[in-house]
């Protein structure tokens, strides 16, 4: 399934996954049938890998989104969405997660006026992130920031593109994901 890891390479036909819909290998259009756990097991995998999440951080914002009130899913989604990596990627700021937690890692990103390195952080509403004066003239920057229009920016998010600022203006839904991502099945994985 196309994850969209590689940033703008995910969105033309360079992708590998459209190149080559199955694993690689010798026996990667075998057997594809998968047991339930399986199933549930791959799809944590998935959504593990998208917001680049280790196991024991999983654990824990699984933990926390289970004593959370609500639908125990969707809350851990929001707070993957609210993680200031994913927040970079989703304002056009980076091109993929990954780029987002190396652009937050080397000190370029900045939350209401003081810099984070942070990757982790979970953001507020009212939350104002903003890119060093500085760091405004890379070059992969402005790349991202014109191709945030093919990608869109979601409605919690305000972005002002000419200062490189975006503002949390409310907590992230479920229904502004527009990835197929079954919570149910880590639900139902992590309460065997």
Same mark, same amino acid.
């Given at each position: 399934?196309?994850?969209?890891?590689?940033?703008?390479?995910?969105?033309?036909?360079?992708?590998?996954?459209?190149?080559?819909?199955?694993?690689?290998?010798?026996?990667?259009?075998?057997?594809?049938?998968?047991?339930?756990?399986?199933?549930?097991? *791959?799809?944590?995998?998935?959504?593990?890998?998208?917001?680049?999440?280790?196991?024991?951080?999983?654990?824990?914002?699984?933990?926390?989104?289970?004593?959370?009130?609500?639908?125990?899913?969707?809350?851990?989604?929001?707070?993957?969405?609210?993680?200031?990596?994913?927040?970079?990627? *989703?304002?056009?700021?980076?091109?993929?997660?990954?780029?987002?937690?190396?652009?937050?890692?080397?000190?370029?990103?900045?939350?209401?006026? *003081?810099?984070?390195?942070?990757?982790? *952080?979970?953001?507020?509403?009212?939350?104002?992130?903003?890119?060093?004066?500085?760091?405004?003239?890379?070059?992969?920057?402005?790349?991202?920031?014109?191709?945030?229009?093919?990608?869109?920016?979601?409605?919690?998010?305000?972005?002002?593109?000419?200062?490189?600022?975006?503002?949390?203006?409310?907590?992230?839904?479920?229904?502004?994901?527009?990835?197929?991502?079954?919570?149910?099945?880590?639900?139902?994985?992590?309460?065997?």
């Amino acid at each position: 399934m196309k994850l969209f890891l590689k940033a703008e390479r995910c969105y033309t036909d360079r992708c590998a996954i459209e190149r080559r819909a199955y694993p690689p290998g010798q026996h990667g259009q075998g057997r594809t049938k998968f047991s339930e756990y399986g199933t549930q097991l *791959r799809e944590k995998q998935k959504v593990r890998r998208m917001y680049g999440v280790l196991e024991k951080q999983f654990e824990e914002y699984f933990n926390h989104a289970d004593r959370m009130k609500g639908i125990t899913g969707e809350n851990l989604l929001m707070l993957l969405e609210r993680r200031l990596d994913n927040a970079v990627y *989703r304002s056009g700021f980076s091109g993929s997660r990954s780029e987002g937690r190396q652009f937050v890692r080397h000190g370029h990103v900045l939350i209401n006026g *003081r810099k984070c390195t942070i990757p982790s *952080r979970m953001l507020k509403v009212g939350d104002v992130i903003s890119v060093r004066e500085k760091s405004r003239k890379i070059g992969r920057l402005a790349a991202s920031l014109e191709a945030v229009e093919r990608r869109g920016v979601p409605s919690w998010l305000e972005l002002e593109k000419d200062q490189a600022r975006a503002t949390v203006k409310s907590l992230p839904g479920r229904e502004e994901l527009t990835l197929p991502i079954q919570e149910q099945l880590i639900v139902e994985l992590y309460s065997r």
